[in-house]
């Protein structure tokens, strides 16, 4: 058995196998790779170098060129993704990415067309949100709505529960969204609901935590793992408040043998379109009301024989669950119409660059 990298920012010498970074959860099989072609998970990406759990331990790989020039930024490598390698012991070169299972993405801040992946073959998200000033049902329902059009099971956290006498309070605000999703209540300071999470987590299994800054994801990380490294390898980075702020998304195992990936805390959650037309489907709190909307198509805004807003009229459906909806309805069909005429464009630039080409072509210029 091959020693470990040496510097592998991780887990230095610690021993794996595909198995228990979740290829048989994941159902692939190695028939499909080619001559001299070993089988990695990215659990971390740092530049340009791709840290793998392989077969035996961890090491540090590139992108072979065919990857890195001939693929969109989105098909690279991203932390969860299983990948193709050419193993030459100290290091090695990734050249293919196999098939995601999923991939929890977010609208790309600063783009309106772009998506940014944050973690790939996911089981769960942990949505952790703190019961401090953090708690915000609108935004639990952005990130509730986002996760369930990536395919992927939300579960909610609501850390700091030290800091709030009110749990009743805010789980039935939760569950007003009507997710049929588990709500936990924990503390990383007092240890208050810890074990229910540490039971609820599958071996073999991976999750991603996602929320704002601060809310307490690397403690829990921390809590989780039963050990420290995250407050001491290179992974945190000092705010300016001198508090552990996360900078990049890695993948960790936990003691029970848990996947799970830490992501920097974030100020926007914008929706991407990953459902196309399936969208109403993520809206569960409007679900048994639109069975009896006049029309399949009903968009439940301004439409004739709505049942969904006579519910609204007649106070059965919350208004604060109604005003979500058409907000984060409206953002998704927003990403998508740019990002159709983004590809419109594309196609037409493309049409004619080519017959500029074929112009000069024939007449010789
Ligand atoms: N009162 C209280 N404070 C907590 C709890 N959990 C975490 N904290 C504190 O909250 C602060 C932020 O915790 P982190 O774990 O770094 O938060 P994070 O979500 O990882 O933050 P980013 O990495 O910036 O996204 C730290 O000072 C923690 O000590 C809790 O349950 N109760
Ligand atoms: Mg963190
Ligand atoms: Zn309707």
């Known amino acids: 058995m091959r020693a470990c990298v040496k510097g592998n920012p991780l887990t ?4 794996t196998s595909l ?9 692939h099989n190695t028939s499909a790779l080619q001559k001299g072609e070993s089988v990695g998970r990215v659990i971390s990406v740092k530049g340009f170098k ?25 098909d690279l490598p991203k932390v969860g993704d299983w990948v193709a390698f050419l193993d030459y012991g100290e290091t090695g070169y990734i050249v293919n990415v196999l098939p995601r299972m999923n991939a929890l993405s977010r609208k790309n801040p600063g783009n309106k067309t772009e998506r940014q992946i944050l973690g790939t073959n996911i089981d769960h998200a942990l949505i952790v949100q703190g019961l401090d000033r953090d708690f915000n049902l609108m935004r639990l329902d952005r990130y509730l709505t986002q996760i369930s059009s990536c395919s992927i099971d939300p579960i909610v956290v609501l850390n700091k529960s030290d800091l709030s006498q009110s749990h009743e309070l805010h789980l039935k605000q ?66 300016s408040k001198g508090t552990h702020t996360t900078t990049t998304r890695d993948l960790f ?4 043998g848990s996947l799970l990936i830490d992501t920097p805390g974030m100020r926007e959650f914008g929706l991407t379109s990953e459902t196309g037309d399936q969208w109403r489907s993520v809206f569960p709190a409007l679900e048994e009301f639109a069975q009896g909307c006049r029309y399949t198509d009903c968009k439940h805004l301004n ?20 005003e979500s909806y058409v907000k984060l309805m409206k953002e998704q069909s927003r990403f998508e119409i740019r990002a159709e005429d983004k590809k419109r464009l594309n196609r037409q630039f493309g049409k004619m ?13």
């Open 19 to 27: 198995e228990s970074y979740g290829w048989t959860m994941f159902g």
């Open 253 to 256: 195992k936990l003691s029970n």
């Open 303 to 322: 439409d004739f024989g709505c049942a969904v807003t006579a519910a609204l009229r007649s106070g059965k459906l919350d208004e604060q669950v109604y």
């Open 174 to 239: 939760v569950q007003k969204l009507k997710r049929d999703c588990p709500v936990y209540f924990c503390s990383t300071l007092t240890g208050y609901g810890l074990q229910l999470i540490r039971h609820a987590l599958e071996p073999c299994k991976t999750y991603i935590m996602v929320g704002s800054s601060g809310v307490g994801k690397s403690s829990l990380l921390n809590i989780l793992m039963e050990s420290d490294i995250q407050r001491t390898h290179a992974l945190s980075a000092f705010n």
């Open 50 to 74: 791709y840290f793998l759990a392989t077969e035996t331990c961890e090491i540090e790989t590139e992108l072979s060129g065919k990857l890195l020039y001939g693929t969109e930024f989105e």
């Open 12 to 15: 230095n010498l610690q021993m």
């Open 353 to 365: 660059t080519k017959e500029a080409k074929n112009h000069r072509r024939k007449n010789k210029f």
